[in-house]
């Protein structure tokens, strides 16, 4: 009855010396990195930013001279509403003005619809590469993270920055990881262009 106890306390104690032996040889190397902080402070990301808000504002232009011409239109059907509206303008005339008023009221909803398409076609062209181009700039870090993790040995590398869909952190904790982020910020700005002095 009691050998059964005894063998198992035998067991028990074995693996405990044993555990902790293949524990220390099979100790998993991982490290952490901030995907957030390195896409936001890479030199390419606020390039590619500045480049788009360029564009942005070369839209918002060619959109504000269509607008003028629009409100410049305005003010003409405002002049042709009043003359329409005198009653010393014989019917001939009247008719004449208000086949104009008409032509011109036409033309400015027409204007307005084309301006409209176009700042909704451009806006949609520049999303799109913007979309391209940091889509790009993320994987060109994914990369880089993954030579990194290859070249030190890494079993894993978490992105800490990464949130759940109920916007809790992935990573709650980790023991004893190394932050790469640091490194390998250094490695992706190592060929920024220098800012100008303020001299």
């Not at 293949?22 to 995907?35: G, S």
């Not at 019917?91 to 104009?100: A, G, I, M, N, V």
């Not at 301006?115 to 806006?123: H, M």
């Not at 999303?127 to 993270?145: A, F």
């Amino acid at each position: 009855m009691t050998a059964r106890p005894i063998f198992l306390a035998a067991i028990t104690s074995l693996l405990l010396a044993v555990v902790p032996a293949t524990a220390q040889t099979d100790r998993l190397k991982i490290a952490t990195v901030d995907m957030q902080q390195l896409f936001k402070e890479y030199h390419r990301t606020s390039e590619a930013q500045k480049q788009i808000n360029v564009e942005r504002a070369k839209i918002q232009q060619e959109n504000n001279e269509r607008l003028a011409r629009i409100r410049e239109l305005e003010g003409e059907l405002q002049t042709m509403r009043k003359k329409l509206e005198d009653p010393s303008i014989n019917d001939k005339t009247k008719q004449d003005l208000f086949k104009e008023f008409q032509g011109k009221t036409q033309e400015g909803v027409a204007l307005d619809r084309e301006r409209r398409e176009y700042l909704q076609r451009r806006n949609a062209a520049l999303n799109e590469k913007m979309v391209q181009r940091m889509r790009g700039i993320l994987e060109e870090i994914r990369q880089l993270v993954e030579e990194r993790a290859k070249s030190d040995d890494y079993d894993y590398v978490f992105d800490k920055s990464g949130l759940s869909t109920s916007q809790v952190p992935f990573l709650l904790y980790t023991k004893d990881a190394t932050d790469v982020t640091p490194g390998l910020l250094t490695e992706l700005n190592k060929d920024a262009p220098k800012e100008p002095s303020g001299e």
